[in-house]
């Protein structure tokens, strides 16, 4: 029996954990979750799963549940709330499936705890990468991928020798606007980004991907999880979504990990890794059904953000923590009917370029600079 806690139980990676979680209640229990302000979310929860432990974002979602729940379940709130999910007692593993920088402290203190931890939440690794490996390998604790590019690359991983890489290929649908040139992206509606063609993700990762910036974090990611330098990452178009990313190796072998689009194999891995369960509601992969796989080379001139993930990468330092910063807020301003699509590039660009940067910051310099870039942000709001 494996001891789950959930950090972002209600969003898109947290409600598919809970079907892998539903699926198989003789290997999994889990013991804690957080839900930002769903309070409606947290109360099914509750009632299905019976965590001990519940954390909330804010003191009116807290009143909403404690009276209601008073003596049943603790419910506690805000960064001290989603720090006590990451380090219950019981849990064995950790789930990072919030949305954002807020995910840091938690996991920083997830592994304190010796908990293993099972990473969706990839600015961590962007704002705080040095910090959080040096951290993992201090505890011995494992940080398990679960995007589904980077458990690919760590499934095709296992058994061989890092030194035998040559590169690894994170693979990219290309999003909601990749059959448009960059002409037409002046008057795309927020509607229009969020519909992803080939996958179900909430709407920061779906507009993210709409950028390339999620692919572009996910190449910071990359670096700091498998070790290697930017040179040896590639990002390759794939439209189909089925090989989900590749490793090369020296001797020209290239292995590549191949499924349906389907986010609860990922996380299922993650929970389960070494060992692998049946999954029954995820769709078998049919080859011959599929028919044809597409590929091309990315053009960064097309897709600035992951341009400048690349860049702020191998810069180093802060700007990551600008780059995720700034990308948040400016994301945040689109959804919210405030900026054009195209103004979420111009945003991050002025943010990294106004930027000083601290060559090895502390975790107490990448909170100043994380909030003094959203400040700059809200600014150019106003």
């Known amino acids: 029996m494996k ?5 972002g139980a209600s969003g898109s990676i947290g409600t598919q954990t809970l079907d892998v979680i539903r699926a198989k209640r003789e290997q999994f229990r889990l013991v804690a979750i957080s839900v930002g302000r769903n309070v409606e979310a947290a109360r099914a929860i509750i009632e299905e799963f019976r965590p001990e432990l519940v954390s909330v974002a804010d003191a009116a979602a807290y009143d909403k549940l404690y009276s ?8 506690v709130c805000g960064e001290e709330g989603l720090i006590e999910v990451a380090t219950h007692p019981k849990a064995t593993v950790v789930v990072n499936a ?6 840091l402290v938690p996991t920083l203190k997830a592994i304190e705890a010796g908990k293993t931890v099972a990473l969706a939440n990839k600015e961590t690794l962007v704002t705080a990468g040095h910090i959080v490996t040096e951290a993992a ?6 940080l398990l991928p679960v995007d589904s590019e980077h458990s690919a690359i760590f499934q095709c991983l296992q058994g061989e020798e ?21 002409e037409q992206l002046r008057h795309v509606t927020v509607e229009d980004a969020l519909r992803h063609p080939n996958w179900s993700m909430g709407a920061k990762i779906t507009i993210d991907s709409a950028t390339m910036m999620n692919k572009g974090l996910e190449v910071i990611e990359a670096h700091w999880l ?16 089925i090989i989900h990313s590749l490793v090369q190796f020296h001797d020209s072998s290239v292995i590549a990990q191949l499924g349906t689009p389907d986010m609860r194999v990922p996380i299922q891995y993650a929970l389960t890794y070494p060992d692998r369960l049946e999954l029954s509601q995820a769709k078998k992969l049919n080859l011959a059904e599929i028919g044809t796989l597409h590929f091309q080379s990315i053009d960064f001139d097309r897709y600035r953000c992951l341009k400048f993930a690349y860049e702020a990468g191998k810069t180093g330092g802060s700007l990551p923590t600008v780059l995720n910063a700034a990308n948040e807020e400016a994301v945040a301003a689109f959804l919210n009917g405030r900026i054009a699509f195209l103004a979420i590039e111009d945003f991050i660009e002025r943010a990294l370029e106004r930027h000083n940067i601290v060559k090895q910051p502390t975790l107490e310099e990448i909170r100043e600079v994380d909030g003094e870039t959203r400040r700059y942000i809200q600014s150019l709001l106003m």
């Open 226 to 241: 498998f070790d290697l330098p930017y040179e040896q990452i590639d990002v390759l178009l794939h439209r189909e979504s």
């Open 162 to 182: 890092p030194k035998n890489i040559e590169k690894i290929i994170l693979t990219a649908s290309g999003g909601s606007f990749r059959d448009l040139e960059r």
């Open 3 to 7: 001891y789950i806690s959930l950090l």
């Open 68 to 75: 209601e729940y008073v003596g049943r379940v603790k419910i």
């Open 98 to 103: 919030v949305v954002g920088s807020v995910g």
């Open 137 to 142: 390998a201090t505890y011995n604790v494992a």
